[in-house]
């Protein structure tokens, strides 16, 4: 089993920016993909970002340029920086894990732009 906590959310201006942080522990093979997701109700959740434990990255067309996913130096952290805010980013945000054949996800964390 994994555990992932996250933190970081709130409420920011438009414009603004925050950042996401979430913390994986439990059974972690050594090669996994960790992302952040979003959802508003009643929509679908969507990839925003994700990370490999190689380094590379994948972003969404709507976040690319403003968002920023990073790896912590525990390998196990990961980090969205999310710059230039827009009302629509507006979601609770996901962390996910996928490792050793299984995705793990966070209890989300609520994201507000005011505009």
């Known amino acids: 089993q994994v555990q992932l906590v996250e933190s970081g959310g709130g409420l920011v201006q438009a414009g603004g920016s925050l950042r996401l942080s979430c913390a994986a522990s439990g059974s972690i093979f050594s090669i996994n993909t960790m992302g952040w997701y979003r959802q508003a109700p009643g929509n679908q959740r969507e990839l925003v970002a994700s990370?490999?434990?190689?380094?590379?990255?994948n972003y969404a067309n709507s976040v690319k340029g403003r968002f920023t996913i990073s790896r912590g130096n525990a390998k196990n952290t990961v980090y969205l920086q999310m710059n230039n805010l827009k009302p629509e980013d507006t979601d609770v945000y996901y962390c996910?894990?996928?490792?050793?054949?299984?995705?793990?996800w966070g209890q989300g964390t609520q994201v507000t732009v005011s505009s």
């Open positions: 990370i490999t434990s190689g380094g590379s990255t």
């Open positions: 996910n894990m996928w490792t050793m054949g299984s995705y793990y």
